[in-house]
């Protein structure tokens, strides 16, 4: 069983064209996308997610995710 959400930290993420969200491993804490403007290509342990806009999404703490594709237009979330 996962602990409940706690807010640590907000804020609003732009990426251009040919970006990419980081790669990261094993955050302790869960991070929730809110798609604003354009198309996030991300994975979650092998497994791939196109995010548009209005979708909302949740990544698990300790999991690995990353982009699986570049940004191939600009593309903002909270």
């Given at each position: 069983m996962f602990p409940l959400p706690t807010f640590?930290?907000?804020g609003y993420a732009i990426f251009?064209?040919?970006e990419r969200h980081p790669d990261r491993d094993n955050l302790q804490y869960f991070v929730l996308f809110t798609i604003v403007k354009g198309v996030l290509y991300i994975?979650?342990?092998g497994t791939n997610y196109t995010l548009h806009p209005g979708d909302v999404f949740l990544?698990?703490?300790q999991?690995?995710?990353y982009s699986w594709k570049k940004i191939d237009q600009r593309t903002e979330y909270y």
């Open positions: 640590i930290q907000g251009d064209q040919g994975a979650e342990d990544l698990l703490p999991h690995h995710h």
